[in-house]
């Protein structure tokens, strides 16, 4: 095998590490490996979660706002899963699926919520290795209980966090 060849199988086998981190990171609440996926600005687009239109954003802004996202629930689990990627010289592109569950026993209904879709993450190689520099959410399908987000936060406050 060429180096050239070897060299293609290490960045991507680099990139789905960060793929993996990402989701390690916020199932753990882990925000040190989660921030570490990031470049220090991204651009991030959840408009098929949120609405709204993409944004660009500091990783460390990112961070926290994914940490009041999710530290309230009491689990997650985000599978990201069937990595395609292309690297070109320090630059690369990975589409994968996702499916994340969210889960918070409650007497409001359901305690999941469940949405599937898949990530478009573009990444830049740096010195500390393949950062995402864009994040986009295509969310093509969800079930469950979405009540369970707005009482996550209020959870969170109620802790002080």
């Known amino acids: 095998m060429d180096d050239a060849r070897i060299k293609l199988l290490i960045d ?3 990139i789905s590490d960060v793929q993996l981190r990402y989701a390690t990171g916020l199932d753990f609440r882990d925000w040190s490996i989660f921030r570490s996926c990031f470049a220090d600005e991204i651009e ?3 408009t098929s979660l949120f609405g709204g239109a993409p944004r660009t954003v500091s990783a460390d802004r990112w961070t926290e ?3 009041k996202t999710v530290s309230g ?3 997650t689990q985000h599978m990201i899963t069937n990595h395609v990627i292309t690297v070109e010289g320090d630059r690369a592109k990975c589409v994968a699926h996702v499916q994340a569950q969210h889960y ?3 007497d409001k209904g359901d305690s999941t919520q469940t949405m599937g879709g898949y990530y478009t993450n573009h990444f830049i190689r740096t010195p ?3 950062k995402i520099s864009a994040c986009k959410l295509t969310l093509t399908w969800t079930t469950g209980n ?3 987000f707005s009482l996550a936060r209020d959870r969170l406050k109620a802790q002080g966090g």
């Open 44 to 46: 991030v687009d959840f």
């Open 146 to 148: 979405w009540h369970i």
């Open 65 to 67: 706002s994914a940490r």
């Open 12 to 14: 991507r086998a680099e």
């Open 104 to 106: 918070l026993p409650n």
């Open 73 to 75: 629930l009491a689990a």
């Open 128 to 130: 500390a290795g393949w």
